[in-house]
């Protein structure tokens, strides 16, 4: 298989790789089982070092495309079938880590928040005092696009994204938004609170079973909810993350009618080389997507957003576009100068490198 390299491009070698591979790879050219080139024979061919094509396939492994057998080489291990099989086994509450729940992350530095904010107090002056418009400020809401579209592969427009206080308050915007009338499902475990806003908001809800990879293929796909809420990358407290088979099994289960409400809490801090592949990238007219600023700065803070999709948004403005925005200007300058700046994406770098060479040291 010829693959080649842009040198003109901006994204580095070992991502061009991995981006066609894995291309193939969903297009069937390497089926499930099939055994990829090997390193050695793969540089000579595209003209780069052994070490460029360990890191692509390395990526590959992380997000559970390949996977490498002792002497053997790298085999794929991504099937569309997935989904017609039941999953492997569930995860049991007696058997949950009990570190997920406690492991820590290095603080936002406090010299650089406060810094930040005596700028935005001189630079912006009263404007601080402003009332913000309801989905948000624009220059926040801009920065945020520009994030997304940078580091998570989202590609939006400035007006898909609504700030709120933090995810419990945009639960409840995605049920006003979606209808109290509708099913809704979540994974079983899940984050607590995610269960207690539904069910305060006085919607039927289904729990759906976690299995090592995800929600089990048979419990989901019997499932009639019309809205499905996952945490794909590490949700809590099982710890599990979404393998790519099962991340394309959500996308083909969500098909053109229903809507999955992806939470990409904590996603960010990933040691994988690369940021996880975000299911709204996937299929951006069926996935809202959710996050916060509560474990990347601070979650006193207490700023969340959303990301809607564009059939979304004239019923979004109807129903829903009326509510003020929660989150005040100040805070709000504050954040979009951190990631415009790009001390927002020096801090997750640098806890990424950090838990890597942990990991490496271990």
């Known amino acids: 298989m010829k693959y080649t390299i842009q040198n003109s491009a901006n994204t580095p070698s070992y991502l061009q790789i991995y981006n066609q591979i894995r291309d193939d790879i969903l297009n069937?050219?390497?089926p499930f089982g099939s055994k990829l080139p090997s390193k050695r024979v793969l540089a000579s061919e595209i003209g780069v070092s052994i070490i460029t094509i360990e890191h692509a396939y390395s990526?590959?492994?992380d997000e559970g495309y390949i996977e490498p057998r002792e002497r053997s080489g790298y085999f794929v291990v991504f099937s569309r079938d997935d989904g017609f099989v039941s999953t492997p086994s569930r995860v049991h509450k007696s058997v949950i880590p009990t570190h997920i729940a406690t492991t820590d992350t290095p603080e936002f530095p406090f010299s650089v928040l406060t810094k930040t904010m005596r700028r935005v107090?001189?630079?912006y002056d009263k404007a601080i005092l402003e009332r913000s418009p309801n989905s948000g400020c624009a220059i926040l809401r801009e920065s945020i696009r520009d994030y997304l579209n940078v580091s998570r592969g989202i590609c939006v427009d400035t007006?898909?994204?609504?700030v709120g206080s933090g995810s419990e308050y945009l639960y409840n915007l995605i049920?006003?938004?979606l209808g109290r009338d509708k099913l809704y499902a979540i994974e079983s475990p899940s984050y607590?609170?995610?269960?207690q806003v539904y069910?305060?908001?006085n919607?039927?809800?289904e729990m759906l079973p976690l299995g090592n990879d995800g929600i089990e293929s048979a419990d989901l796909w019997s499932s009639k909810a019309d809205v499905l809420h996952i945490s794909p990358y590490r949700s809590f407290p099982s710890g599990v993350t979404a393998t790519a088979s099962k991340r394309h099994e959500y996308v083909r289960w969500v098909g053109k009618e229903k809507f999955i409400v992806e939470d990409d809490f904590e996603s960010e801090f990933s040691v994988s080389k690369k940021p996880e592949e975000t299911l709204f990238s996937l299929s951006p007219e069926n996935v809202i997507y959710v996050n916060t600023f509560s474990k990347t700065i601070s979650p006193s803070l207490r700023v969340g957003y959303m990301v809607i999709p564009k059939c979304l948004l004239e019923k979004f403005d109807e129903q829903v576009g009326f509510y003020s925005c929660t989150v005040p200007t100040f805070v709000q300058y504050v954040l979009a100068e951190l990631i415009s700046n790009g001390d927002f994406s020096r801090h997750i770098n640098r806890v990424r490198r950090n838990k890597r060479k942990m990991l490496a040291s271990e």
Do not use: C
């Open 159 to 162: 007006e898909q994204i609504i």
């Open 199 to 201: 069910r305060a908001s």
């Open 175 to 177: 049920v006003a938004l």
């Open 192 to 195: 607590k609170k995610i269960e």
């Open 59 to 61: 990526l590959l492994f």
């Open 28 to 30: 069937g050219i390497y």
């Open 121 to 123: 107090m001189s630079d």
């Open 203 to 205: 919607v039927k809800l």
